[in-house]
């Protein structure tokens, strides 16, 4: 299984509401990542998980939430987002911080796409 | 500050023709560089990935050059198909220090016409 597990596919949600994004992966991988993707631009590093801790956070704000629950999981909890929050957010894996992205690369999943109301 | 600039925004090319795009870094310490393919409605997928010891490294009809000295470095694709219209992003990590973060360039969209 080489696939990197992203969901809902869709999103719609208002200022007000909390949702959850989810992602699984079951190769094995032991750095996850969350990446945020507008529309024709790159995507932008949000926050790495190293076995299961969290090593890099953006400065992101405080509304994005992430969880890493166990090593094949990695949740993004959502509350009080803005308009400006719409994009599609990106789930990757990669065998770890010492040796990944540079030997296997990153597996990214298909994402959310989020849209706040 | 963006550290890795890719050029050109988009590109339509033939079947058949050779697709080109280059990239440009100034962060002498990155030492990996990746190429990923991104289809709408998907993530980005590797494609190929190059060292800086490592001038050309060529993967069926996509191929990396590299110049380390004028720090710059482009994929070519060679005899485009349809099926290669796509997003295209460079990327560089600088390594294990600096937790492998990648750097991506801004895309290029490419269209391949039948």
């Known amino acids: 299984d080489t696939e990197v597990t992203q969901t809902p596919k869709h999103l719609v949600m208002g200022m007000t509401n909390k949702k959850s994004l989810k992602c699984e992966q079951h190769?094995?991988?032991?750095?996850m990542y969350w990446y945020k993707q507008k529309a024709k631009k790159p995507p932008e590093l949000m926050f790495v998980y190293s076995y299961e801790k969290l090593s890099i956070n953006e400065s992101v704000p405080s509304r994005f939430s992430p969880e890493c629950p166990n090593s094949s999981l990695l949740n993004l909890h959502l509350h009080a987002l803005q308009p400006e929050d719409s994009a599609l957010y990106l789930c990757?894996?990669?065998?770890?911080?010492?040796?990944?992205?540079?030997?296997?690369?990153?597996?990214f999943g298909s994402g959310t796409q989020l849209s706040v109301l | 500050q963006q550290q890795v600039k890719q050029s050109p925004q988009s590109l339509i090319v033939q079947k058949g023709g050779i697709s080109i795009i280059n990239c440009a870094y100034e962060n002498t310490a990155f030492d990996y560089f990746p190429w990923y393919q991104q289809f709408p409605g998907k993530g980005p997928a590797l494609l190929i990935a190059i060292r800086p010891d490592v001038s050309e490294k060529k993967e069926g009809r996509f191929t990396i050059s590299f110049n380390k000295s004028a720090k710059q470095f482009s994929l070519h694709i060679m005899d485009s198909q349809p099926g290669d219209s796509a997003t295209y992003f460079c990327a560089a990590s600088p390594g294990k220090a600096a937790g492998n973060k990648l750097t991506f360039g801004g895309g290029t969209r490419v269209l391949v016409k039948p």
């Open positions: 990757a894996s990669s065998q770890g911080l010492s040796r990944a992205p540079r030997t296997s690369g990153l597996f």
């Open positions: 190769m094995g991988h032991r750095a």
